[in-house]
């Protein structure tokens, strides 16, 4: 796993990479929410685009990743909430992001534009909402560098998470060992201290976290406790 992702930030075994979401920050202040990111020891930056139609909320496009791009050194985890992303990765490219990440459930022809992506010197990932089975991405696995499996339905930061998608985060770590391939498994949705044992006995590698990291009083403690979660089922 570590050789793929050799030119990525890739932590240590049994340490998951954690990506605070900006959807939750203050936009006004974008610089202060990276800031914070940083200094808590996060791992990477997740930013959620959203269009209106894939999904009802509209957040923000391609100038607002080449902003942050400037202000931080993190990688950059774009998540395409959008409806034919292939009009817009070689945009989100182009503005800095490091992982840009589609939906299968978006896309007719994901396999070109996964291959657009990685073409674009990009991590290509590929997202799928709780309402989708993983056998409809079984052909895909082998050309991804990530795969999202979303614990709510997206949209909307704060949401309960969906305890039967962390189900599909076991099949799909048993897959990638069977099929001997190298993608990271992230998720995101309703990851927060009261959710995080859960999570942790699922085993995914990213862990995308939005209100809660931003609302945490001490949110370098609330980091740690998401990593000693990880590191007490280890030692279980």
């Not at 990271?184 to 990291?213: H, M, R």
Request: proline share 6%; glycine share 6%; with cysteine.
């Amino acid at each position: 796993m570590e050789k793929r992702w050799a030119k990525c930030y890739y932590p240590p075994m049994n340490h998951p990479i954690i990506a605070p979401s900006v959807l939750s920050a203050d936009f006004t202040d974008i610089s202060s929410a990276l800031l914070s990111i940083e200094r808590s020891g996060s791992d990477w930056v997740h930013l959620d685009v959203m269009d209106g139609h894939f999904v009802p909320p509209i957040t923000f496009g391609a100038k607002m990743v080449q902003d942050i791009r400037a202000h931080t050194k993190l990688p950059l985890d774009v998540h395409l909430m959008i409806s034919e992303p292939e009009r817009h990765v070689q945009a989100f490219a182009d503005a800095g992001a490091d992982l840009v990440t589609i939906h299968s459930e978006a896309c007719i022809h994901a396999h070109r534009v996964i291959q657009a992506i990685r073409d674009s010197g990009k991590k290509a990932g590929l997202s799928i909402v709780p309402s989708t089975p993983l056998s409809s991405i079984a052909e895909l696995l082998p050309f991804v560098d990530l795969v999202l499996v979303m614990t709510v339905n997206p949209g909307y930061g704060g949401q309960k998470i969906l305890p039967f998608c962390l189900d599909k985060i076991k099949r799909l770590k048993a897959l990638r060992a069977s099929l001997g391939l190298e993608f990271l498994i992230s998720t995101d949705g309703g990851i927060s201290p009261e959710t995080i044992a859960e999570v942790a006995d699922a085993g995914p590698d990213v862990i995308v976290i939005g209100s809660a990291f931003f609302t945490a009083a001490d949110k370098d403690s609330m980091v740690g406790e998401m990593r000693s979660a990880f590191a007490r089922r280890v030692i279980c």
